[in-house]
């Protein structure tokens, strides 16, 4: 197939009809930052209808307590996870992952089957993630080798930064739309990620991966409505909206 050149619609036509648009949603949470030396603690993927703002399905899961053999938990990372204000989630996952039953091969192998079913039946996929560079390298290094995926490239490669789109077509808005802020946006927020994402939509980074998965999703979707904007799906790794 051919890649067509990347497309930008400024003013479409009345009768313009755009194809149908998705996304993945992604997030994890670690012991660290360094695949080799930290281990996973959970991933979590949804996978939405961009066009219909509708959640289609959820993948989450915590990994088993033996990914931690041989890896340890980075300082700073686990004084954070160990704090009062996370003591909660960090029992939590640590039940998680203590109950685990399948192997991470498993459960891999099971998002891999997951991922490619929904690109078998829809062409046009966005990754999404707040830190996709972070993200994508936990679930490539623990893809199984014999399944292996490349999220880097083909369908892999339409990747949305979450962070850097939102803040910055946020102060796109504030700078360039008459009376900006009555869009429920502070510009006293715009340079700081979560305070924009929390006032926009009472999204809290909690790190529970599968709720900061759907508060990103929310952010999104409010934005885009707030803004009378939508994704136009195109073979190419450059997310599009107008």
């Not at 479409?12 to 930052?33: L, M």
């Not at 959820?58 to 340890?72: I, M």
């Not at 704090?83 to 992952?97: C, E, H, Q, V, W």
């Not at 623990?142 to 930064?161: E, R, T």
Request: proline share 6%.
């Amino acid at each position: 197939m051919e890649l067509a050149q990347p497309l930008v619609v400024s003013h479409p036509p009345q009768n313009y009809s755009t194809p149908k648009s998705y996304a993945f949603f992604i997030d994890v949470e670690t012991s660290g930052p360094k695949t080799n030396d930290n281990f996973l603690i959970q991933v979590a993927m949804i996978f939405v209808s961009l066009d219909c703002k509708h959640v289609i399905s959820k993948y989450s899961f915590f990994l088993p307590a033996s990914v931690q053999d041989g890896k340890e938990w980075n300082t700073e990372t686990e004084a954070f996870w160990k704090s009062n204000r996370m003591r909660n989630k960090y029992d939590k996952a640590m039940l998680g992952m203590s109950k685990q039953p399948f192997t991470p091969a498993h459960l891999f192998g099971r998002l891999i089957e997951w991922m490619e079913d929904k690109y078998a039946q829809n062409s046009n996929i966005y990754l999404m993630s707040d830190n996709p560079a972070f993200d994508i390298q936990w679930i490539q290094y623990h893809f199984p080798k014999n399944k292996s995926i490349n999220m880097l490239s083909g369908y892999y490669s339409h990747i949305v930064d979450i962070r850097s789109w939102t803040i910055g077509l946020a102060r796109e808005a504030f700078i360039s739309i008459p009376h900006g802020c009555s869009y429920g946006i502070a510009e006293k927020n715009l340079s700081h990620p979560y305070a924009y994402y929390s006032q926009l939509s009472g999204y809290v980074h909690d790190h529970d991966a599968l709720n900061d998965t759907m508060g990103l999703y929310d952010t999104v979707i409010i934005l885009l409505e707030k803004l009378k904007m939508q994704f136009i799906p195109v073979y190419s790794s450059f997310p599009i909206a107008y």
